[in-house]
Each structure stands twice: as C-alpha cells, then as structure tokens.
C-alpha cells in the first residue's frame, strides 16, 4: 500500500508541475516548434528582452506597491474586525459571519463595476491608491473570516487572567492574543500578498494608461507586440 500511495504521489507531482517545467523549457527554446524534451537550442534572450523592457520594470514596481501596500492595509483592519466578531457580542453578529462567506462567491465582475464608478467619483481611477483599496475590498471578507477562525480557537481564559491582571482588551490583544495568532497572521499577508500579486481583473479596470500597468497586464501587452 505504500508503494501505491507513492507512486500516487509520484503522478500527482507531474501532473502539478510539468506545465510549470515545460513552461520554463519552452523559454529557453529558440522556436516554439520545439517539442523535444530538451530544447535544440538553449537561449537566454527572451529573459533578456522581457527584463530590458521599461513597461516591464515599471509594472514589476507597480505590483510591488499593489501587494505590499494591500498587505499593509488589509493586515490591521482584519485583525481588529476578525477580534470583535470572535470575542464580542453584538447584534446582528451570525447575519456578519454569514456575509462573510457568501460575498466572495458573488461575480467580481459584477461588484468590479459599480466599486469602478466610485473610484471614477473620487478621481482613483488610474491611481496606485485605488487599486490597493479594491484589492482590500475584495480580499476582506475571506481574510477576516480566516482570521476570525484563529482567534476562536485560543482560549479565553488566558485573556481572562490578563484582564485580572490590570490589562485592558488592547492590551490583551497586543500582548496576548496576537503572539499567539502568529501563524493566522502570516497566513493573511501571504495570501494578501500572492492575491494582490496574480491580481489582473483589478488593475484592468482601474488602470487604462500603461504607467500603473501591474506585472499580468504588462506581460501580456508584451506578448502581444
């Protein structure tokens, strides 16, 4: 049986990345009628010319600023929602949890273009700043519902005797819940991160002009010329 579930594995390994090989093979390849294994030709020029183009450092940049500044914006509001719907009790708080699974299933599309025309009233179309705050509109909701999920499984009593203590629920939350959510917390930038970083619908429809272009849409610009 062991040897089944290792050839099972095996299989499930080349299935997942001999794409992401054949991919990186075909790149290295001077034509792409190329079908050998091992390509006839091994050039470095496409790498050259994507890396040499301007629109392909700028964009590089630009999804830098996207992923880095989503993260850094997402990561506090999260912590403090996802806290309040673990801990606290208010009115209203199943009906919360319950839009926090069913709003991620909603099109994007059809939330992209009313959250568009907002952007077009506040004058954050084609601007860095209105990408980062569609990237956190759309990423909250699963995110604060993953962390909320880390928060609910740490006891309460430890927070309990903190408060004995002379703490307050700020205090608690900094000194106590947080070091003990480290692992939740970083499960949020890394998917906030990789989110911001693949995002393409996003950027399309918020930038027009190739200066604030995000690294998909200017690989694909480049693929067409």
Known sequence: SDVYKRQVQVMILIFVFFPIIWGFRTSLST???DIDIIPKAI?????????????????????????????????????????ALA??????????????????????????????????????????????????TFQSCFTCWMMHNFFVTLPVSVEEAAYLDGCSRLQSLL????????????????????????????????????????LPQALLFLQGQ
């Open 87 to 136: 801990r606290m009790k208010f009115v209203g708080k199943g009906i919360v949890r319950t839009l926090l699974l069913v709003i991620p299933l909603l099109p994007s599309v059809a939330l992209l273009i009313p959250l568009s025309r907002e952007l077009n009233k506040l004058g954050l179309l084609n601007t860095r700043l209105g990408i980062i705050l569609l990237n956190v």
């Open 175 to 214: 000194r106590i819940v947080l070091p003990n959510a480290i692992t939740g917390i970083i499960s949020v930038v890394v998917y906030s991160f990789i989110s911001s970083w693949l995002s393409y619908l996003i950027p399309y429809m918020v930038a027009s002009q190739t200066q604030y272009f995000s």
């Open 43 to 83: 050039t470095f020029k496409n790498y050259i010319i994507v890396t040499g183009s301007e629109s392909f450092r700028t964009a590089l940049k630009n999804s830098l600023i996207y992923s880095i500044g989503t993260v850094c914006v997402l990561t506090p509001i999260i912590l403090l929602a996802a806290y």
């Open 31 to 33: 034509s792409t009628y």
